[in-house]
């Protein structure tokens, strides 16, 4: 479907009015979804849509996912999320897993950046180089 220009930027302007302090304030999205369900205004149906990439995109990004080869104790667990916080910010859900595949080090995905220092990748990269 495609989705027209307006809706587009009256989407925009519903997500900029939802996120306070830079973070997604999750009851006034609800709000704004049902105001213009009840509503319906032209194009409500793009309006919608657009409104629901930009929140998964938001959520998306506030997502990290942090794995090791063996479980990280409470310090560095700790030490992690610090690190993270401070470089993207508060509301950032930190997600840590468990892969034996690694060896050892860490592979941490923040929406689109990955920051993959486990042994197993460098492993891989010694063999590329070959």
Not at 16 to 25: I, M, Q, V
Request: with cysteine.
């Amino acid at each position: 479907m495609k989705i027209s220009k307006q809706a587009r930027r009256d989407a925009k302007a519903l997500f900029r009015s939802c996120c306070e302090g830079g973070l997604l304030d999750e009851n006034r999205a609800r709000l704004i979804v049902q105001q213009i369900v009840s509503r319906k205004p032209r194009g409500y149906v793009g309006i919608l849509s657009h409104f629901q990439m930009l929140v998964r995109l938001d959520l998306e990004r506030r997502a990290a996912r942090v794995e090791s080869a063996t479980p990280l104790d409470g310090a560095m667990a700790g030490a992690v999320s610090a690190n993270l916080a401070r470089k993207y910010g508060p509301g950032l859900n930190i997600a840590f897993a468990q892969n034996a595949a690694l060896l050892g080090g860490l592979r941490i995905k923040v929406g689109s950046d990955v920051y993959d220092g486990s042994i197993a990748a460098r492993l891989n990269d010694l063999a590329e180089s070959f």
